[in-house]
């Protein structure tokens, strides 16, 4: 009698190194690029169509919708607004640059006070951030 070979099926295993490698790489890859992610505060932008993306800003200045001010998360009072920039730039070589992030329902000669306070405090290059229309 002749004896064929029967096929057996064969259980496949699926090989899970790679998967998990690619996991791994992943999360590394979240981790580091959050920790340099810029935090910001949730402030409603104004909106304007000429706005233009700047470079690096290394201070930013956002005020509020309900008035109060904060200096890099830090919260500051209107009047010592002018001290803590004075402080920062003081240390700061080169370009002394700022980023005001106002809310679009401040009044616009509160954005001003803050502006020329800034200005007074050493900030040679102050920009406004807006939403793109």
Same mark, same amino acid.
């Given at each position: 009698?002749?004896? /064929?070979?029967?096929?057996?099926? !064969?259980?496949?295993?699926?090989?899970? %190194?790679?998967?998990?490698?690619?996991? /791994?790489?992943?999360?590394? /890859?979240?981790?580091?690029?959050?920790?340099?992610?810029?935090?910001?505060?949730?402030?409603?932008?104004?909106? &304007?169509?000429?706005?233009?993306?700047?470079?690096? %800003?290394?201070?930013?200045? %956002? *005020?509020?919708?309900?008035?109060?001010?904060?200096? &890099?998360?830090?919260?500051?009072?209107?009047?010592?607004?002018? &001290?803590?920039?004075?402080?920062?730039?003081?240390?700061?070589?080169?370009?002394?640059?700022?980023? *005001?992030?106002?809310?679009?329902?401040?009044?616009?000669?509160?954005?001003? !006070?803050?502006?020329?306070? &800034?200005?007074?405090?050493?900030?040679?290059?102050?920009?406004?951030? %807006?939403?793109?229309?």
């Amino acid at each position: 009698m002749i004896r /064929f070979n029967e096929h057996e099926p !064969k259980r496949s295993q699926l090989d899970l %190194t790679p998967l998990i490698d690619v996991v /791994f790489l992943l999360l590394i /890859f979240f981790m580091l690029t959050s920790c340099y992610a810029k935090p910001q505060l949730p402030v409603a932008l104004p909106e &304007a169509e000429s706005g233009q993306v700047q470079g690096q %800003t290394t201070v930013i200045l %956002t *005020i509020k919708a309900d008035g109060s001010i904060y200096l &890099a998360e830090n919260q500051v009072a209107p009047e010592q607004v002018y &001290a803590a920039l004075a402080a920062i730039y003081q240390n700061k070589p080169g370009a002394k640059t700022l980023e *005001i992030q106002s809310d679009k329902v401040i009044p616009f000669g509160s954005v001003v !006070k803050i502006l020329d306070e &800034a200005k007074k405090a050493g900030a040679e290059n102050i920009s406004i951030a %807006t939403e793109p229309k």
